[in-house]
């Protein structure tokens, strides 16, 4: 069965809206999987439903946290195998100035030069001033990381796509050619 285009860049991004609506359909669907794992309302019947909504909420926001240390992890260590990639590349472009081989090559390195800057962009920090933190509530602070967290998935989901195409060209060219160092 063939997978169309937008089909394959749904699954591609569909885990990770963006939109205002998306993003309030997904915290709802967690936090209905969270209130069913924990059968949160069922056995804190005495519990008042806000009391509900705020554990289910910080629940919910501990998960996109770890999410997002999850998302550190595997950047950094793309952000590594991008060094080797650009360290071979460097050695193979030394070697040629001309011809279709250097053009390939050149492609490759823009290609990870590109997922490194989307690696990069992945581990960028930026923190809440103390005052903006202090005026959100728990609701508002759950979809701003939910957004931050989507927004970094994708990032990184295109650094690995990047990068896999250009370690690719870089196997595929170091077996076809016959290189002598």
């Known amino acids: 069965m063939e997978i169309g285009k937008k089909a394959r860049l749904t699954m591609l991004f569909d885990d990770a809206p963006l939109s205002s609506s998306g993003i309030k359909r997904y915290i709802f669907a967690k936090q209905d999987q ?8 069922v ?10 909504k705020v554990r289910v909420q910080s629940i919910l926001y501990d ?6 240390n999850a998302l ?48 990069i962009s992945v581990l ?7 005052s ?15 957004y931050v967290r989507n927004r970094r998935t994708i990032r990184y989901r295109l650094a690995v796509y990047a990068s896999i195409i250009s370690a690719i060209v870089v196997c595929v060219y170091s077996i ?4 002598t160092y």
């Open 34 to 41: 969270i209130s069913r794992r924990y059968s949160i309302g």
């Open 124 to 130: 960028f920090v930026r923190w809440s001033s103390i």
């Open 176 to 179: 076809g050619s016959k290189m």
């Open 63 to 68: 998960e996109l946290y770890r999410d997002l």
């Open 132 to 146: 903006a933190v202090e005026r959100r509530t728990l609701e508002e602070m759950v979809e701003s990381i939910c």
């Open 72 to 119: 550190d992890a595997k950047a950094g260590g793309l952000c590594s195998a991008n060094a080797i990639t650009f360290a071979l590349l460097t050695l193979l472009l030394e070697k040629l100035t001309k011809g279709p081989s250097y053009f390939v090559l050149n492609s490759a390195y823009i290609l990870s030069s590109v997922g490194f800057v989307f690696c």
């Open 43 to 52: 056995s804190f019947k005495e519990i008042e439903m806000d009391d509900q």
